[in-house]
């Protein structure tokens, strides 16, 4: 598609520019231009499909650096409890009861969700089916995504047989839109032994699927709670003598690829050896508050020159898909707790939830900024809006006082997914009505407990 959206603020995330009455232009999958309206309209000739984003602001599509999208279906299921009792009473039990048809349409779910709140890309763990699955789902609504296949120590075989089949069939697939990730669930979970026989099988399959460009990365939840190293101990009789990070840097498994999802309970020299090795944090700072698990010390990690991401975590400990509320919550909350009010600037959140997000996804090159020759992810956002006006500070407003609501057209890998608010790939109504008919089935089967 050939396509130019014109008269709108453009905040590109590239050296700060953010040009008034810009314009950005749209080749294929491809930005191949951005400048000032003017210009642009007399370079390019008619016959390009025009947005006016008068009154707009267009931004890079928000990047999502920790979801669990199939388990939309369980929103609202199980709130207002601690993390473990939560996971073990409430979310494992039902878990094992849903289908990959289930999985596909709660992903599906998520993904619509998403999309109609300006997210383009998310990074997601959950369990790889081979016929209907995550990976499908996101690419049905249009979206980009890392899909990954989480592991546990008590089915290594069952593990590794998903991930050689997630990889060979979705890694860099559906033009370009899917990429796929290694899943350890957590250092308590996965066994140190397997812990590094997944870092062996992820380069293994980097060899044969991946690229410099286009990795398999690595996506784990590290140090979500205080008394993980004391739950890796009662798990594998392992004395931890530092943090988890410094425990998982001893089994040799962290590089720039690595994704690690929460980060809360972290030591000085955890935070040293991700500085170290390059390891990315996903802070998800919704899903830490609801489970209490304590907050990030994501101006720490700053601080160092760690890569921060934005995550949502799953949409049973958020309980949404939305990525301005964690914008939002991720500005105010280290403010609070530090009694700080210079902390993460507006600024600092939007590059974390664009750039960052990118670049701990290992996708830099492709997304997470609007610039020549990088792929044509955009999220265009009303402004005419009381809560938006008067206009002082495009991202202020963005970070501050923007609802996801506000997204009015999306378009991830140059193509319109979402237009004035409508979802031009699948029917949202249909994707609701299939959502419902499968949490009364997934509770029927929990109940008489059919698997
Ligand atoms: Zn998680």
Not at 117 to 137: C, F, I, L, R, S
Not at 341 to 370: K, Y
Request: charged share 25%; net charge neutral; hydrophobic share 40%.
């Amino acid at each position: 598609m050939e396509l130019i959206i014109h008269s709108g603020t453009v905040i590109t995330m590239k050296d700060g520019r953010v040009i008034r009455d810009g314009a950005v232009v749209v080749e294929g999958q491809a930005i191949v231009d951005v400048g000032e309206t003017s210009e642009i309209l007399r370079k390019y000739p008619r016959g390009y499909e025009r947005i006016n984003a008068r009154g707009k602001v267009v931004v890079p599509g928000l990047i999502n650096t920790h979801q669990h999208a199939a388990m939309s279906l369980l929103r609202g299921y199980a709130d207002d409890l601690p993390l473990q009792e939560w996971l073990e009473k409430w979310i494992w039990p039902i878990e094992g009861h849903m289908t990959a048809h289930d999985i596909y349409v709660g992903a599906l779910l998520t993904a619509v969700e998403s999309a109609l709140g300006g997210t383009t890309t998310v990074n997601t763990m959950y369990h790889y089916t081979p016929d209907e699955n995550e990976a499908k789902a996101f690419v049905d609504v249009g979206l980009r995504a890392v899909v990954g296949h989480v592991c546990f120590s008590w089915r290594k075989e069952g593990d590794k047989n998903a991930l050689e089949d997630l990889a060979k069939n979705w890694h860099n697939k559906a033009d370009g839109l899917v990429r796929v990730s290694v899943d350890p669930h957590a250092p308590y979970t996965v066994d140190p032994e397997y812990m590094r026989e997944l870092k062996e099988l992820c380069g293994e399959l980097n060899e044969k699927y991946g690229s410099e460009k286009a990795p398999i990365i690595w996506h784990v939840h590290v140090a979500e709670t205080s008394d993980e190293p004391e739950k890796i101990r009662r798990a594998f009789n392992k004395n931890l003598k530092g943090g988890v990070m410094e425990y998982l840097d001893s089994l040799g498994v962290l590089d720039s690829r690595v994704v690690a999802a929460h980060c809360v309970a972290l030591t000085d020299n955890d935070i040293a050896v991700m500085k170290l090795r390059g390891v990315k944090a996903s802070h998800n700072p919704i899903s830490n508050l609801k489970l209490a698990s304590g907050i990030s010390p994501v101006p720490k990690m700053l601080e160092q020159g760690v890569t921060v991401s934005l995550g949502t975590d799953s949409p049973c400990s958020n309980n949404s898909a939305d990525m301005f509320e964690v914008m939002k919550v991720a500005a105010l909350l280290h403010k609070g707790v530090n009694r700080n009010p210079t902390l993460i600037s507006a600024a600092q959140v939007l590059n974390m939830a664009t750039v960052e997000g990118a670049r701990a996804l290992s996708w830099d090159s492709e997304i997470g900024s609007i610039e020549v020759g990088k792929k044509a992810d955009l999220a265009i956002i009303g402004f005419v809006k009381p809560h938006l006006c008067p206009v002082h500070n495009e991202v202020s407003h963005l970070v501050y006082a923007a609802k996801a609501t506000d997204v009015e057209t999306v378009i991830v890998n140059g193509k319109i997914v979402v237009e004035n608010r409508q979802l031009k790939t699948v029917k949202g109504e249909r994707v609701m009505k299939m959502a419902e008919k499968a949490k009364t089935r997934l509770l029927e089967r929990l109940k008489s407990n059919v698997k």
